[in-house]
């Protein structure tokens, strides 16, 4: 990338050394009070480790790198508040393969808070290059209260990989040989237009506080998977209160529409003690993807309207393992069709465990379930306890017991 591609679309790295006394600089147009700086980059390069750059309503058509701990944050000016970083052209951060609208890079400390940050208008094919509207990347920081959108390949078919994929509303990893420890919190923002995922924390050494956001995704309609939030290969997730809603099935045949599910949240190998707790879950093909982990707490969510798969799906392949967990106070409902596709693919239960893939141990109780071919499925190793089934053609199935397929779907 040569030096005056970079200046003209406002990618700069910017290097510090020393600490001082933290300060506030200014971003906006001359109209805006106390603004001492035109673009955002310009205060990054001129601020100290600790400083808070506070951003003038407008739109910047900048691509941001961070590399030092920073507050970068928007404010208001006579009753106006909306600050839209929305850079025209993203481009490769340094020698990384990845694109962002808002990079954090090998530092901590960082908050981004209260922006409208948008990747709409990348060039991104493939899979090569991540794109991501925000990347935590060997780095800690919170990302508080934002508008989060433009995720999006302008062609997606190009990227089909099913993990990690392409295409993600924010993205927090790390390189190898950077095993952490690196915490970021995510709370409060709204997350949309995005092709995979939501969220996405990936490694080991990672941990991630996901709490109070709003995702909103369009499901199989677009012809490739999405996830709400994604939690995989050795990161810790305590996903915690948000709401979250993809897409229907619609007229997409479900043998069709499962290889292109989307699913609300997902363990994929996840780190030990994770959390799923309190989230509400609408419009998916699966409510909670479990797929590896052990110790881990899925409590307290409720689900609705799940049209292909079921309200929480567990199994252990991704890790060999799914094991001592608790899956318990989780309220679902409208599991559906109730039809010959229920019995014959073993789906349409409010919980759902697929033996020999390493799930044992584990404890379910207090759920409710209503509306469902079954309310939970299970295998032996796993137990059941003192759960509410409502309007279910089978209360419990054990999984061990139907290898092929389940009972009828006949109604009584």
Partial sequence: ???????????????????????????????????????????????????????????????????????VRGMSVNGVNRVLIQPTLLYDVSTFSFQAVVSVVSTSGVVIEGLAIDASMNNVSGCTDLLSVVHF????????????????????????????????????????????????????????????????????????????????GIGPSTGYNQFGVFIALGAVGHVTNNMISLGSCGSIAFTACVPLRSEGVVFRAAGDGSVIDSNFISTAQSGIFLNGANNVQITNNVIMNIDALDGIDIQGTAAGHFTNSIISGNTISHVFPISSYSSTSEVGCGINEVSGTGVAMNLILNNTINDAYCGVAYVTADQVYSSVFTNVLYATLNGDLYPTAFPPAVEP
């Fill in 137 to 216: 990347y060997n780095a800690s920081g919170a990302v508080v209260n934002n508008t989060i959108s433009g995720g999006q390949l302008p062609s997606p078919s190009t990227c089909t990989t099913l993990f990690p994929g392409n295409g993600f509303g924010i993205l927090v990893d790390s390189s190898a040989g950077h095993t952490g420890p690196f915490n970021v919190s995510i709370s409060g923002n709204s997350i949309h237009d995005f092709n995979r995922d939501g969220i996405l924390i990936n490694g080991a050494g990672i941990t991630a506080d996901i709490s109070r956001n709003t995702i909103s």
């Fill in 1 to 71: 990338m040569s030096s005056q591609r970079a200046i003209q679309n406002g990618l700069f790295l910017v290097a510090f050394c020393g600490l001082s006394h933290a300060a506030t600089l200014v971003v906006g147009p001359s109209a805006c009070p106390s603004a001492a700086y035109a673009t955002i980059n310009a205060a990054l390069t001129a601020a100290n480790p600790g400083d808070e750059i506070d951003i003038c309503p407008g739109t910047y058509p900048e691509q941001l790198v961070i590399i030092k701990p920073v507050t």
